[in-house]
């Protein structure tokens, strides 16, 4: 189950490009707390990553909400984007030259869709086997 992230502060992303992962690194408002620091980070790991993208990155992001969705949802919402970056890179992927089977390809990998929005800032969408919550 994914944490609610609801107002965190995004401290860090890492994509580790080999590992097929990423890393998200969130920090809860600890104001009047005069020593925030990694003891309060909270960390959501992506496995079996597949695609991703994020946009607007302000460099002090603000968390709305990491969420679970089905993979048709972002492979519609996001279709021409897809399409366009496997047209000039084969990015994300070979399952991203036939859009209409690749629901049904990622889905027998185990792939599930997962968006990230940002009440400031950084948003995005992953498409990873699993997310978990690292302590």
């Known amino acids: 189950m994914l944490p609610s992230l609801h107002d965190d502060f ?13 890393v998200l690194r969130a920090r809860r408002d600890t104001r009047p ?12 790991s992506f496995e079996g990553v597949e695609g991703y993208r994020f946009w607007d990155d302000a460099f002090g992001n603000i968390i709305f909400s990491l969420a679970e969705v089905p ?5 519609l919402n996001h279709r021409s984007e ?3 970056s496997h047209r000039m890179s084969g990015a994300p992927g070979p399952w991203a030259g036939d859009l209409d089977s690749a629901s ?3 889905g027998a990998k185990g792939v599930k ?3 990230l929005s940002s009440s400031y800032g ?9 997310a978990t919550e690292k302590s």
Request: charged share 30%; glycine share 6%; proline share 6%.
């Open 10 to 22: 995004l401290i860090s992303y890492e994509v580790h490009c080999e590992a097929r992962r990423i």
């Open 33 to 44: 707390d005069p020593k925030p620091g990694p003891a309060l980070d909270r960390i959501v």
């Open 71 to 75: 993979i048709d949802k972002i492979l």
């Open 82 to 84: 897809i399409e366009e």
């Open 104 to 106: 049904a390809v990622l």
């Open 113 to 115: 869709g997962f968006e």
């Open 122 to 130: 950084l948003s995005g969408w992953i498409l990873a086997k699993e």
